[in-house]
């Protein structure tokens, strides 16, 4: 792997400060409170420092979309910060219609769970296959930089233009059928009707992007 590649991978995993869930106190929390507790510990992830990580205005909008239980007397508690991390970094890459999709489910059975499975159990769970992850991450990330070196016969070394074009291309190939086959499981979870209707928001919302 390049001395590059290897500095932003670095960079990456040095800003990574996954939430725990001790590290969400066992009071709830008023909504204040949670805003800042996010942006505390997934502030670092954010592209722009005037980026937030979450605001009051989102946390009201995951309510009104059925994505987020109603608070107990304006207050959270930890399943709430641990659905709004599930929410957060979904959201990088799915519409909220295919998050409800995922989620709901999710809600309608651990939220209020005493039993062995419950939300904190899960997400725990996830916390522990993330150094797996990351190992497969970055043998992923060399696998594909070496074959990007290897386009147009090499030719591409002497470009740094074409080498970043190659590389982040065979990543986004990557990202995109991916992408694609996480899709096609939520389409499979949902009901006919919510999928067309998770579908026709997704492409409405690209219109709106792209004015078409």
Same mark, same amino acid.
């Given at each position: 792997?390049?001395?590059?590649?290897?500095?932003?991978?670095?960079?990456?995993?040095?800003?990574?400060?996954?939430?725990? &869930? %001790?590290?969400?106190?066992?009071?709830?929390?008023?909504?204040?409170?949670? *805003? *800042?507790?996010?942006?505390?510990?997934?502030?670092?992830?954010? @592209?722009?420092?005037?980026?937030?990580?979450?605001?009051?205005?989102?946390?009201?909008?995951?309510?009104?979309?059925?994505?987020? &239980?109603?608070?107990?007397?304006?207050?959270? /508690?930890?399943?709430?910060?641990?659905?709004?991390?599930?929410?957060?970094?979904?959201?990088?890459?799915?519409?909220?219609?295919?998050?409800? *999709?995922?989620?709901?489910?999710? *809600?309608?059975?651990?939220?209020? /769970?005493? %039993?062995?499975? #419950?939300?904190?159990?899960?997400? @725990?769970?996830?916390?522990?296959?993330? &150094? /797996?992850? $990351?190992?497969?991450?970055?043998?992923?990330?060399?696998?594909?930089?070496?074959? +990007?070196?290897?386009?147009?016969?090499?030719?591409?070394? %002497?470009?740094?233009?074409?080498?970043?074009? $190659?590389?982040?291309?065979?990543?986004?190939?990557?990202?995109?059928?991916?992408?694609? $086959?996480?899709?096609?499981?939520?389409?499979?979870? +949902?009901? &006919?009707?919510? +999928? @067309?209707?998770?579908?026709?928001?997704?492409?409405?919302? %690209?219109?709106?992007? #792209?004015?078409?």
């Amino acid at each position: 792997m390049s001395k590059a590649a290897n500095d932003f991978m670095e960079k990456l995993f040095q800003n990574i400060d996954l939430i725990k &869930p %001790e590290d969400i106190p066992n009071i709830d929390l008023y909504m204040d409170q949670v *805003t *800042t507790l996010m942006e505390n510990h997934l502030g670092k992830l954010k @592209r722009f420092d005037e980026d937030k990580v979450l605001t009051k205005t989102m946390i009201n909008n995951y309510a009104k979309n059925n994505l987020l &239980p109603a608070p107990e007397k304006k207050k959270y /508690s930890k399943n709430h910060v641990l659905l709004l991390t599930f929410i957060y970094y979904l959201k990088s890459f799915l519409t909220i219609g295919d998050i409800k *999709t995922l989620l709901s489910p999710l *809600t309608d059975k651990y939220f209020y /769970s005493q %039993e062995n499975i #419950t939300i904190e159990a899960i997400y @725990r769970e996830l916390l522990e296959k993330f &150094p /797996s992850i $990351f190992e497969e991450f970055k043998q992923d990330i060399a696998e594909k930089e070496n074959l +990007a070196d290897c386009c147009l016969n090499g030719a591409v070394k %002497e470009d740094e233009y074409l080498r970043n074009l $190659f590389f982040i291309s065979l990543l986004g190939i990557d990202v995109y059928m991916k992408k694609q $086959f996480i899709e096609a499981i939520i389409d499979s979870m +949902a009901p &006919p009707t919510a +999928a @067309r209707d998770s579908k026709k928001t997704s492409k409405d919302k %690209e219109a709106r992007e #792209t004015g078409e």
